[in-house]
T-cell receptor, first 113, second 112 residues
Framework: DTGVSQNPRHKITKRGQNVTFRCDPISEHNRLYWYRQTLGQGPEFLTYFQNEAQLEKSRLLSDRFSAERPKGSFSTLEIQRTEQGDSAMYLC???????????FGPGTRLTVL | GENVEQHPSTLSVQEGDSAVIKCTYSDSASNYFPWYKQELGKRPQLIIDIRSNVGEKKDQRIAVTLNKTAKHFSLHITETQPEDSAVYFCAASHNAGNMLTFGGGTRLMVKP
């Protein structure tokens, strides 16, 4: 267990609803990343934070997506007005200290009906 | 932006044989190349990584080679075992600590 936790693990929602996911990284890991993974594909970068600052966002990230890391610890990813195409696994990863490794959480699987 | 291509998409080997997975990248500024293993329903886990100032790195049965001129890197698994069966992803980034661009993945099946 790498210590990264994500909640909820599964979320089923109806199209048009808003959803929010949470990621709790390894403590003292100052970098936190959000990725999206669809079936049979590699993870796709969405956004990342260094401490509480959001440093980069993917050009593919719709304005329906927003992420926060208010105190530089946990992070939330919100999707507004969900669409069926948002169905995917949302992965959080963190990195920090003396290691280059990005440690992934177990993911939140979103299904939009 | 960076583009990472990975081949093959599926690979089936007999237990004890070697497996090789290849990746190419497009951005010559990329200098950090990790490999992740993802078992069904599990999170990706780092198995080995390499920086651009090194041409080869080995860790027991796993090795990675990097050719910066050709912009490709490969994962080598020797003496494969059934527990090596998983999906393997290569990735690239500008410096460790930056966003990763992943390849499409290789499903490795090791037949006992």
């Amino acid at each position: 267990d790498t210590g990264v936790s994500q909640n909820p693990r599964h979320k089923i929602t109806k199209r048009g609803q808003n959803v929010t996911f949470r990621c709790d990284p390894i403590s003292e890991h100052n970098r936190l990343y959000w990725y999206r993974q669809t079936l049979g594909q590699g993870p796709e970068f969405l956004t990342y934070f260094q401490n509480e600052a959001q440093l980069e966002k993917s050009r593919l990230l719709s304005d329906r997506f927003s992420a926060e890391r208010p105190k530089g610890s946990f992070s939330t990813l919100e999707i507004q007005r969900t669409e069926q195409g948002d169905s995917a696994m949302y992965l959080c990863a963190c990195q920090g200290g003396m290691t280059d490794t990005q440690y992934f959480g177990p993911g939140t699987r979103l299904t939009v009906l | 932006g960076e583009n990472v291509e990975q081949h093959p998409s599926t690979l089936s080997v007999q237990e004890g044989d070697s497996a090789v997975i290849k990746c190419t990248y497009s951005d010559s500024a990329s200098n950090y190349f990790p490999w992740y293993k993802q078992e069904l329903g599990k999170r990706p886990q780092l198995i080995i990584d390499i920086r651009s100032n090194v041409g080869e790195k080995k860790d027991q049965r796993i090795a990675v080679t990097l050719n910066k001129t050709a912009k490709h890197f490969s994962l080598h698994i020797t003496e494969t075992q059934p527990e090596d069966s998983a999906v393997y992803f290569c990735a690239a980034s500008h410096n460790a600590g930056n966003m990763l661009t992943f390849g499409g993945g290789t499903r490795l099946m090791v037949k006992p």
